[in-house]
């Protein structure tokens, strides 16, 4: 049990590093020596769950560990979203969705309605990532040479407050990846507005979205922006409930030799 516990964590350290570590770093951000740290890497690599460049030694996440993933679905986050995504479609009384990216389409993954009579039914709206909440968060969230590549490309103005500017939307983006929501109020339609915040893993990457989009005629944007106090509240509930129950259990159980075989 204690091998397993020390592997899984080495392998959510390397899924972890924004640059794929060596076998002495991930022994010690797991907190585990490093011959047990080569015998376990060894196992996930024949496992196909982290793969080593033959070059620099260094490791990243396998193809398994997508197999795996991609067998399990969209179920697991569902299910652990579900909580959250009623308490806050009972505090704000809204229509509030759970949503990720599928490369560059936003997919609807769950939703609970409010009871007001006029509702917005984002699956049936389409349109481009700077007029959205939630397409804005998506685009604060892509690399540097992503971001100024999206930049550089024409956009289409749908309504006046729609950004089309790259300066104000670069403006726009930077705001919204150190605040961790955005907003849209009137950019893609006059009729309704929304806001939406990012739900991270341990690496600071989006996992999800939680998103509200309302009729515009019952909010104004500081009402609307109002909103973003029990969002992102309710997307760091749910970040907590995706992460490891206990990430640091390793390092926190110094090993003896390798007498945690």
Same mark, same amino acid.
């Given at each position: 049990? $204690? %091998?397993?516990e020390?592997?899984?964590?080495?392998?959510e350290?390397?899924?972890?590093? *924004?640059?794929?570590?060596?076998? %002495? +770093?991930?022994?010690?951000?797991?907190?585990?020596?490093?011959?047990?740290?080569?015998?376990?890497?060894?196992?996930l690599?024949?496992f196909?769950?982290?793969?080593?460049e033959?070059?620099?030694?260094?490791? %990243?996440?396998?193809?398994?560990?997508?197999?795996?993933?991609?067998?399990?679905g969209?179920?697991p986050?569902?299910? &652990?979203?579900?909580?959250?995504? +009623? &308490?806050?479609?009972?505090?704000?009384?809204?229509r509030?969705?759970l949503q990720?990216?599928s490369? *560059? +389409?936003?997919?609807?993954? *769950?939703e609970?309605?409010?009871?007001?009579?006029?509702?917005?039914d984002?699956?049936?709206?389409?349109?481009? #990532?700077?007029?959205?909440?939630?397409?804005?968060?998506?685009l604060?969230?892509?690399?540097d040479?992503?971001?100024e590549?999206? #930049?550089?490309?024409?956009?289409?103005r749908?309504?006046?407050?729609?950004?089309?500017? %790259?300066e104000l #939307?670069?403006?726009e983006l930077?705001r919204?990846?150190?605040?961790? !929501?955005?907003?849209? !109020? $009137?950019?893609?339609r006059?009729d309704?507005s929304?806001?939406?915040?990012?739900?991270?893993?341990?690496?600071?990457r989006?996992?999800?979205?939680?998103?509200v989009?309302?009729?515009?005629? &019952?909010y104004?944007?500081?009402?609307? &922006?109002?909103?973003?106090?029990?969002?992102?509240?309710?997307?760091? +509930?749910l $970040? $907590?409930?995706?992460?490891p129950e206990?990430?640091?259990?390793?390092?926190?159980t110094?090993?003896?030799?390798d007498?945690?075989r």
């Amino acid at each position: 049990m $204690q %091998s397993v516990e020390r592997a899984l964590s080495m392998l959510e350290e390397i899924a972890a590093s *924004d640059v794929p570590p060596s076998a %002495s +770093e991930v022994a010690r951000r797991a907190g585990v020596n490093r011959a047990t740290a080569w015998r376990l890497l060894n196992t996930l690599e024949h496992f196909h769950l982290v793969e080593r460049e033959e070059r620099s030694g260094r490791y %990243s996440v396998g193809y398994g560990a997508s197999r795996i993933a991609a067998a399990s679905g969209d179920r697991p986050l569902i299910r &652990r979203a579900r909580p959250v995504l +009623e &308490r806050l479609g009972t505090e704000l009384d809204e229509r509030v969705y759970l949503q990720v990216f599928s490369g *560059d +389409e936003m997919v609807v993954l *769950d939703e609970v309605h409010g009871s007001h009579p006029v509702q917005v039914d984002i699956t049936r709206i389409d349109g481009p #990532l700077h007029c959205k909440s939630v397409g804005k968060l998506h685009l604060a969230f892509l690399p540097d040479g992503d971001i100024e590549e999206y #930049l550089a490309r024409p956009r289409e103005r749908y309504t006046e407050r729609t950004i089309v500017d %790259s300066e104000l #939307l670069r403006a726009e983006l930077s705001r919204a990846r150190a605040n961790r !929501y955005a907003v849209a !109020y $009137q950019e893609g339609r006059l009729d309704w507005s929304g806001v939406g915040a990012v739900v991270c893993d341990r690496a600071d990457r989006p996992l999800a979205y939680l998103n509200v989009t309302v009729p515009s005629y &019952r909010y104004t944007e500081d009402m609307l &922006r109002e909103l973003s106090t029990p969002m992102l509240a309710a997307a760091n +509930e749910l $970040q $907590q409930r995706l992460a490891p129950e206990n990430p640091d259990t390793a390092a926190a159980t110094p090993e003896r030799g390798d007498g945690g075989r």
